[in-house]
């Protein structure tokens, strides 16, 4: 076999593998914060053990729902891409053949298309958002857990948006702000290291050197992810506590769950 398509083959081999170990650690995570969460709404005692056996039956069906929701989140921007696209190529076109106002609304149209279709997609990753959350706490599948997200959500997409967001925004910052102190950190270490260099130093000398800086920023950018992929889902399951406290009355049956009534 050729070295090209074998090279290619080993790298779509790896890269399939990293992507289904992050798809399954996600969900992992996702399923065990839901479940830690649920006993503390009960008021339950969360031991790793009980997490752990409620967790893994619970991974396909949180899979299934994530892939099931983006998939009909990007309906909608399929058609405004494949119209971006020929905006582009039409603008090309247009400013190879001199004509800059053709090549302006090319390209204003393929953004208002985008645009447009931006508006549905948030309104269905909105509408599907707590679903992950009814596939844990009441063991549903994925159609069933975004039909029961789809209920709890409708008449208060407004305040689901504004919240998830806030979260989202929170996360970000936090991971952001995490990341760069590390970085800093990382920083002080490595110039010294960098300082006690000869004036021709060796490619081995130089990674030496910033091994530590480059240890302790794979540090702060896993924090940070760690933060971006948790506390986002823990706030829509929040939210989805929320809303059947609100529409179902769930209040007093936690109460007395939790051994309050």
Do not use: C, H
Request: proline share 6%; glycine share 8%.
């Amino acid at each position: 076999m050729a070295r090209g398509p074998a090279l290619f083959i080993a790298f779509a081999l790896v890269a399939a593998v990293a992507v289904i170990g992050y798809v399954l650690a996600v969900a992992t995570v996702q399923a065990a914060m839901l479940t830690v969460l649920q006993d503390a709404v009960l008021g339950r005692p969360a031991t790793f053990g009980s997490v752990w056996r409620r967790t893994l039956p619970r991974i396909p069906a949180l899979i299934g729902t994530s892939l099931l929701t983006g998939l009909i989140a990007m309906v909608p921007v399929l058609p405004a891409l494949i119209l971006f696209v020929i905006g582009v190529i039409g603008a090309s076109a247009s400013a190879a053949g001199d004509s800059d106002e053709f090549a302006g609304a090319f390209i204003g149209f393929g953004v208002l298309a985008f645009l447009l279709a931006a508006v549905p997609s948030v309104w269905l990753w909105v509408k599907f958002s707590l679903a992950p959350a009814a596939a844990v706490f009441e063991k549903q599948g994925p159609i069933r857990a975004m039909r029961r997200s789809s209920q709890l959500v409708r008449g208060r997409w407004w305040p689901v948006l504004g919240i998830s967001l806030l979260a989202a925004l929170i996360a970000g910052v936090a991971a952001g702000v995490i990341q760069q102190l590390f970085s800093m950190i990382g920083l002080f270490p490595a110039m010294a290291a960098t300082v006690r260099l000869g004036t021709d130093p060796k490619p081995s000398e130089v990674l030496s050197a910033l091994a530590l800086y480059i240890a302790i920023t794979m540090v702060g950018q896993l924090i940070g992810y760690l933060i971006q992929t948790t506390f986002p889902p823990l706030v829509n399951g929040l939210l989805y506590v929320d809303q059947r406290i609100r529409k179902e009355d769930l209040a007093p049956d936690l109460a007395r769950a939790a051994g309050v009534l």
